[in-house]
C-alpha cells in the first residue's frame, strides 16, 4: 500500500471514528437516577436535561463554527471539539460536586459537538466524490449508533459503579484526535473564504414556506422522542428491573434500532412517501406503549429497539423532504432548519414534557403513557398537514 493509500484509508477511519462522538449527550443516561438521588434538592427535571442540554449548547456554536471555519481551517475547528469532549471525561469524573458544575461539562460537550457536526462533513465532502462519498456517509450513520452504543452500554457499567465514573466513556474522544492530527490534511482557510460570498446570497427568505412545516414536525417529534432516554432510567428504578448498568443496555438497544430504521428507511419511504413522519409518529408510540405494559426487562428491551428504529424514520424523511423542496444553493440552510429545530426539540423534551405530566401524575410510566398518546395525536395532527400541502401543489 503506498503513501496515498495510506493516507487516504487513514481518513476514512478518522472520519469514521469522529462520527462515533456525534449522539454523545445520551453517555450520562444511566447515572441520571443516580445524580437525582444524590442531589435531592434538585428538580428531576433538571437532572434530566443534562442529556439535552449539548444539544442547546450546539446549535449556538455550530452557527459560530460554520463560519470560524473560514477563518481557521476546518481542521483545526474538528480537532478543538473532539479536544473538549475528551476533556470532559476527565473534568466531570474529578469535579461534579454541584449540578452547576455538571451543567458546565455538558455546554463544553455541546461545544464539542457543534464544532464536529459541522466540520466532519465539510471534510468528508471536500476528500470523497460520488460512490466513495455516499459510500462513506452510510457508514457514518452506522458508527454513529456504534458511538451511542458505547457510550451508553459501557457507560451504564461504570455507573453501576459509581455514577462519577460514568464520564471516563468520554476519554475515547483523544483516538480521533490523534488520528485527525495525523491523517486530516491541512485545508487552508483563504481558499475556503472564497466561497463564502456565494454562501450568504442563500439568505431565509429563500426557503420554501413548507420547509418550516417540516422543521417544526421534527421539533414536535424530537420533544416526544426525548421523554424515553430522559426517563428511562427513572422507569427501571421504578419498575425495580436493575441497575444502571441495565439502562445502559437499554439505550444501546434503542440505537441498534436506530440502525435497523435507517436500513428499512428507503423502503418506508417508497411505502408512504412523505407519510412516513406519520408512521415514525406511530412507531414510537407502539414502542412507548410496549414499554409502559412491561412487568420484566424483555419488552422495554423491544419498545427502545421500536422507539429507537421511529428516529432514523422520522429525521432522514425531514432531510429527504426539505431538500425536495428546496433549491440547491439554499438546501444547506434548509436542512439546518429542521436540524436545529431538532435541537431545541431535544432539548426542551424534560422541561416540556416533565413538568406537563407532574400535573397529572407522578410516575414515568404516566409519562410515557401520556407521551404515547401525543404521538398518536401527532400523528393524525401531520397526516391532515401532509394533506394540505399535497393539495396545494
Known amino acids: 500500500m503506498n503513501q496515498t493509500n495510506v493516507k487516504r484509508y487513514g481518513l476514512t477511519v478518522t472520519i469514521l471514528f469522529i462520527s462515533m462522538l456525534q449522539m454523545g449527550g445520551m453517555g450520562l443516561s444511566p447515572s441520571l437516577a443516580s445524580i437525582s438521588a444524590e442531589m435531592p434538592e434538585v428538580p428531576v427535571s433538571v437532572v434530566q436535561t443534562l442529556t439535552s442540554f449539548p444539544s442547546l449548547v450546539m446549535i449556538f456554536v455550530c452557527l459560530l463554527a460554520s463560519k470560524l471555519v473560514f477563518k481557521l481551517g476546518k481542521k483545526v475547528i474538528l480537532l478543538t471539539g473532539a479536544a473538549c469532549i475528551s476533556v470532559v471525561g476527565r473534568l466531570g469524573y474529578l469535579f461534579n460536586s454541584s449540578i452547576v458544575l455538571l451543567y458546565v461539562w455538558t455546554a463544553l460537550i455541546g461545544v464539542g459537538f457543534g464544532t464536529v457536526l459541522p466540520t466532519t462533513s465539510g471534510v468528508l465532502a471536500e476528500n470523497y466524490e460520488g460512490r466513495g462519498r455516499s459510500i ?51 485545508d487552508k482557510p483563504a481558499i475556503a473564504a472564497s466561497t463564502a460570498g456565494q454562501e450568504e446570497r442563500v439568505s431565509v427568505r429563500s426557503l420554501s414556506r413548507n420547509t418550516w412545516v417540516y422543521g417544526a414536525i421534527t421539533f414536535l417529534f424530537m420533544i416526544l422522542y426525548g421523554v424515553h432516554s430522559a426517563n428511562v432510567s427513572f422507569f427501571v428504578e421504578e419498575k425495580i428491573l436493575g441497575s444502571p448498568a441495565v439502562v445502559g443496555t437499554i439505550m444501546a438497544v434503542s440505537t441498534i434500532g436506530g440502525m435497523v430504521g435507517g436500513a428499512t428507511f428507503g423502503f418506508v419511504n417508497r411505502l408512504f412517501k412523505t407519510y412516513a413522519f406519520c408512521a415514525a409518529f406511530i412507531l414510537m408510540a407502539i414502542g412507548l406503549f410496549i414499554t409502559i405494559s412491561a412487568d420484566s426487562l424483555t419488552p422495554v428491551m423491544i419498545g427502545a429497539l421500536v422507539i429507537g428504529c421511529s428516529i432514523s424514520w422520522d429525521i432522514p424523511q425531514s432531510m429527504l423532504s426539505i431538500t425536495n423542496e428546496n433549491s440547491v444553493e439554499a438546501a444547506a440552510m434548509a436542512c439546518s432548519v429542521a436540524h436545529i429545530g431538532g435541537q431545541i426539540g431535544n432539548f426542551a423534551s424534560s422541561l416540556v414534557m416533565t413538568n406537563i405530566t407532574s400535573l397529572f401524575g407522578s410516575t414515568v410510566t404516566f409519562r410515557y403513557s401520556f407521551s404515547a398518546v401525543a404521538c398518536v395525536v401527532m400523528a393524525v395532527i401531520t397526516f391532515v398537514l401532509l394533506k394540505v400541502i399535497k393539495a396545494d401543489k
Not at 157 to 186: D, E, Q
Open 136 to 186: 462513506l456517509m452510510g457508514a457514518q450513520s452506522v458508527f454513529t449508533n456504534i458511538g451511542a452504543m458505547y457510550l451508553t452500554y459501557v457507560g451504564g457499567w461504570m455507573a453501576a459503579i459509581h455514577w462519577h465514573l460514568n464520564y471516563l466513556v468520554y476519554l475515547y474522544a483523544l483516538i480521533p484526535v490523534i488520528l485527525g492530527i495525523i491523517f486530516i490534511p491541512n
